[in-house]
């Protein structure tokens, strides 16, 4: 019987704005400062000579952009597969790109890097801009961006207020829902708050287990303070908090006779789940030539996957990784702001991160008596059910970097 899927989308904006208006100045001030802002490490934000795109709030939002995935599909030379779990997306800026060594792509969120590539993917919500820079920046952004940078900023409560409430839902029980407030305390002191929920019922079905390969739950937050002290000093901290369950890695066997790959068909459970916190500050003073910034953030991280390795319905060999992860940043930064020819730039950044890894490796039955057994003497019989394969890394990486550019531009 053929099967007919009603899609059933709903999509709704509230906007509750406060009767504060802005004068047409103010607005061109606004947007001239934010500028400055969003291109925070060059020298000459107006012909900067790298290849890059820019994705503003209202094209953010007309083309449904919800999560970092979403950019390949607007951004040229840019792309995030999906292979499955949020853990494995790493993103690739003109092919360059890596999937399971080193960051090749540098992230930034607020001015914040996250140096952890396994947590790229997430949800964007309430997003001024995007900016995506093709090509090494090694210059400014140290040794993970060979291959380009990744920029988002969040919408600052001091250029927007109000309430903010969207929900969009789809076939796969698809729903996406989310909600923000934005509200100034006086002229100098603004907050935000806002949350999201999505949930689909995932696209592949497990032929072992007759249930779905990939459902998926999450849910996040993020509150932000901004206090502009006086014209030249302004300060911002920002708590991030992000927690995804994914049923991941909907793979099926490739047949060499058919050339197909067949449908998920594994009995060990596969899923992965990961929550991610930031903390982040930043303050900027603004001299009557030089511009400095000031940016301290702190990123925990602590994920689990479990996957069926042989990805059959026998029992051969499972692998559970389980990581946690705290990473401290800091970097000052002196920018010429004037309107000469000559412009500088001077930085220096440091980090310490401490990473915790547990990867063991369980061979069960099915495994043992096809792999191990038959490598053994006939006589020879193991008795054990299940055979583990600990491994445990526990690394800690600290760096620190000084950097400079100069521009001459007559």
């Given amino acids: 019987m053929k099967k007919i899927f009603y899609i059933i989308s709903f999509s709704f904006i509230v906007n509750f704005l406060f009767a504060n208006e802005i ?9 001239l400062d934010e500028f400055s802002v969003f291109t925070n490490k060059e020298t000459n934000s107006e012909n900067a000579p790298v290849s890059s795109s820019i994705l503003d709030s209202e094209k953010i939002n007309q083309t449904q952009l919800f999560s970092t995935k979403d950019i390949s599909a607007k951004v040229p030379n840019f792309y995030m597969p999906d292979y499955g779990s949020a853990m494995s997306n790493s993103p690739y800026v003109r092919g360059v790109g890596s ?4 960051q090749s792509i540098a992230l930034y969120v ?24 093709r090509g090494p920046q090694g210059t400014l952004y140290g040794r993970n961006s060979i291959g380009g940078l990744v920029n988002i900023h969040t919408l600052s409560p001091l250029n927007y207020q109000g309430t903010k409430v969207s929900i969009s839902g789809g076939n796969f029980g698809q729903i996406n829902g989310r909600i923000s407030h934005y509200q100034k305390l006086n002229k100098a002191i603004g907050f935000s708050i806002g949350a999201y929920y999505k949930h689909h019922d995932g696209f592949f079905k497990n032929d ?3 249930q779905s390969a990939d459902k998926e739950d999450g849910a996040g937050g993020r509150a ?13 901290y920002i708590l991030d908090v992000d927690y995804i369950n994914q049923g991941a890695f909907p793979y099926g066997l490739y047949d060499e006779n058919t050339k197909k790959v067949n449908t998920p068909n594994f009995n060990d459970k596969s899923n992965y789940f990961r929550t991610t916190i930031n903390n982040s500050f930043t303050s900027r003073y603004i001299f009557d030539k030089m511009l400095a910034t000031l940016s301290l953030s702190h990123q925990y991280f602590d994920d689990q996957m479990d996957i069926d390795q042989d990805f059959t319905p026998e029992s051969i060999f499972t692998l559970q990784q389980n990581q946690i992860q705290n990473l401290y940043n800091a970097e000052a930064l002196l920018k010429s702001s004037g309107k000469g020819n000559y412009q500088w ?14 990867a ?21 019989k193991i008795t054990n059910d299940v055979i583990d394969i600990p491994g445990t890394y526990d690394t800690k990486r600290s760096g620190a970097a000084l950097f400079h550019q100069s521009t001459l531009d007559n």
Avoid: C
């Fill in 224 to 236: 932000k303070l901004t206090w502009n002290a006086s014209n030249r000093l302004k300060f911002d």
């Fill in 99 to 102: 999937r399971y060594s080193g």
């Fill in 110 to 133: 607020d001015n914040v890097p996250y140096l952890e590539k396994t947590a790229f993917d997430f949800e964007l919500f309430d997003i001024a801009l995007i900016e995506v820079l």
């Fill in 208 to 210: 072992y287990t007759n």
């Fill in 345 to 358: 730039i001077f930085g220096i950044n440091g980090f310490n991160q401490q990473h915790d890894l547990e």
């Fill in 360 to 380: 063991p490796v369980k061979f069960k039955r099915d495994g043992i008596t096809k792999y191990i057994e038959s490598a053994l003497p006939p006589v020879a």
């Fill in 23 to 31: 004068e047409t100045d103010s607005i061109q001030s606004i947007l």
